[in-house]
């Protein structure tokens, strides 16, 4: 039935936009992630093109002003006051159409949120989704337009719970900042912690405030972070909290800089960490969208984004797992395991003091949030 085909949101337009070219933000990772998909039979999905995000839906979370500004920025103005709200600088440079680029690329998760809202599939991703650090009223991190936020309050809107699940290795400081008091989007981000990492923050001791005390959940890694240790803590934190939150939706954002190759992070996963729990996900049969985010080694982000997205839907087979790619570049060429990567792990001492971290991480989390959902200990 093609209604219930999962849905990759695409448009080739999206990659005629380019940051600096010595920006690590590289826009045509869609086009990888696509070609691999394509590369390996396709029939599993299809496609459908974004839609710029509305005035009125970019204002949902944003401010007038900082639209404005955008714009005016985007046309070719910037001002030094600009630098204030993020912009202008090297981590959220000016490009030529950057307004036009942020406002196709949110629109692409708004038009995913539509078509689950309307149940025309129950499964959507838009790799050029997942800008989760830009604020109500400034950009960060290569992120202008929050469209995780976006698309969870189009969601909202229609009554929906959304439990909004931030796998990328950088804290979602923009979207926590959007629901740290409203109960209503649970969001829980893993990230690297804010020791070793850009945005500097999201402890495990920011929980939530007011009404949305307990509705917002970190889970720093540290640097070093192997696929092992990150599914032992995923297996204690998100099921339990799923069960409490019982969602109606899941927006999920699965940035591949948490890979070992990625050049500006200090995590040691492989692809299979992501994977690895997507069944976790996958068998609660909730509607589920899916955004891309970060991935600075373009290659491995398509790679890792074309499994999860494979494993998400049930179409990764034995098969893919042994024979070889067809003309797709795998990066190692000595490794014939189809999209997954050679495991690897951490070790002696090193693997240790991750092991030890991250269990006063998940007794922090069991000692101060999940009384507050009534999570028996
Ligand atoms: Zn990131």
Redesign the pocket.
């Known amino acids: 039935m093609q209604s219930t085909q999962p849905v990759f949101i695409y448009a080739s337009e999206l990659e005629a936009y380019h940051y600096p070219s010595s920006c690590p933000f590289k826009t045509e990772r869609a086009t990888k992630t696509r070609g691999i998909l394509q590369s390996m039979g396709s029939a599993f999905f299809r496609e459908e093109k974004p839609r710029p995000a509305t005035d009125k839906e970019l204002k949902l979370f944003h401010t007038d002003a900082y639209l404005k500004m955008l714009q005016r920025i985007s046309g070719g103005d910037l001002r030094a006051d600009d630098l204030f709200c993020g912009v202008g600088t090297d981590d959220c440079p000016v490009f030529p159409d950057l307004y036009s680029y942020s406002v196709l690329a949110a629109g692409g998760s708004i038009r995913a949120a539509e078509l689950l809202l309307a149940g025309d599939t129950r499964r959507c991703f838009n790799p050029s989704g997942g800008y ?1 650090h830009a604020s109500a009223d400034s950009a960060g ?1 290569f992120c202008y337009i929050n469209d995780v936020v976006l698309a969870c309050k189009k969601l909202r809107e229609a009554g929906n719970r959304t439990f909004c699940l931030d796998l ?3 804290h979602g400081n923009g979207t926590q900042a959007a629901f740290y008091d409203d109960p209503s989007v649970f969001t829980v981000s893993f ?1 690297e912690s804010g020791k070793t990492l850009f945005p500097w923050g999201g402890s495990e001791e920011e929980i939530g405030d007011a009404a949305g005390r307990g509705y917002n959940v970190n889970v720093p890694l540290p640097a070093g972070t192997d696929d092992d240790a990150f599914a032992r803590t995923f297996s204690a934190v998100v099921p339990p909290l799923l069960d409490a939150c019982r969602p109606d939706f899941i927006v999920l954002e699965i ?1 591949m ?1 948490i890979l070992a190759v990625d050049p ?2 200090h995590l040691s996963m492989t692809n299979n960490a992501i994977a690895d729990v997507m069944p976790l996900l996958r068998d609660r049969s909730l509607p589920m969208l899916v955004l891309g ?3 600075y080694n373009p290659e491995a982000t398509a790679r890792g984004w074309a499994l999860a997205w494979q494993v998400l839907c049930g179409a990764e087979t034995e098969s893919d797992l042994t024979i070889g790619m067809g003309g797709v570049f795998l990066g190692n060429a000595e490794w014939s395991g189809g999209l997954r990567d050679m495991r690897s792990y951490a070790r002696g001492e090193e693997k240790r003091s991750i092991d030890e971290q991250l269990r006063a991480t998940v007794d922090s989390l069991r000692e101060k949030v999940f009384p507050i959902h009534g999570i028996a200990a």
């Open positions: 989760h991190g990328d290795a950088h990230h940035g800089d500006l992070t985010g970060g991935g």
